[in-house]
């Protein structure tokens, strides 16, 4: 699951709202929102976003929110480290290759690192 995938489901469950009725309202398929809510499909467009802002009526810190969440939301990520330390191609590939090894614990504690660069 993507953090924007995350948030859009708890909206439409808050909301009591079901994907077809939401898929319907925003003009996508069902499956098409499935897939986006458990991280199967990458970012939506700008466009798309506007409409699922527009269909739960959020705006202000929560609407920009949400863009954030869906800027980082792309399930396969590539590391361009070319012209970088070696030491940061060492780090985007450990992290590539262990990150399904890491707990939770260790991994809020590496975004909480990189939110504070």
Same mark, same amino acid.
């Given at each position: 699951?993507?953090?924007?995938?995350?948030?859009?489901?708890?909206?439409?469950?808050?909301?009591?709202?079901?994907?077809?009725?939401?898929?319907?309202?925003?003009?996508?398929?069902? #499956?098409? @929102? /499935? &897939?986006?809510?458990?991280?199967?499909?990458?970012?939506? %467009?700008?466009?798309?976003?506007?409409?699922?802002?527009?269909?739960?009526n959020i705006i202000w810190d929560e609407a920009e929110e949400l863009q954030q969440q869906a800027a980082l939301s792309?399930?396969?990520?590539?590391?361009?480290? #070319?012209? @970088? /330390? &070696?030491?940061?191609?060492?780090?985007?590939?450990?992290? %590539?290759?262990?990150?399904?090894?890491?707990?939770?614990?260790?991994?809020?504690?590496?975004?909480?690192?990189?939110?504070?660069?």
């Amino acid at each position: 699951m993507t953090p924007f995938g995350e948030s859009i489901r708890r909206l439409r469950r808050a909301r009591r709202v079901t994907q077809r009725e939401m898929a319907a309202a925003i003009g996508v398929s069902p #499956a098409y @929102l /499935s &897939a986006l809510e458990h991280g199967h499909r990458g970012q939506p %467009s700008w466009e798309l976003l506007q409409r699922i802002i527009g269909y739960f009526n959020i705006i202000w810190d929560e609407a920009e929110e949400l863009q954030q969440q869906a800027a980082l939301s792309h399930p396969r990520v590539v590391i361009d480290t #070319a012209g @970088l /330390s &070696a030491d940061a191609t060492r780090l985007a590939n450990l992290l %590539s290759y262990r990150i399904r090894d890491l707990d939770p614990e260790t991994i809020k504690g590496l975004l909480s690192a990189l939110d504070e660069v």
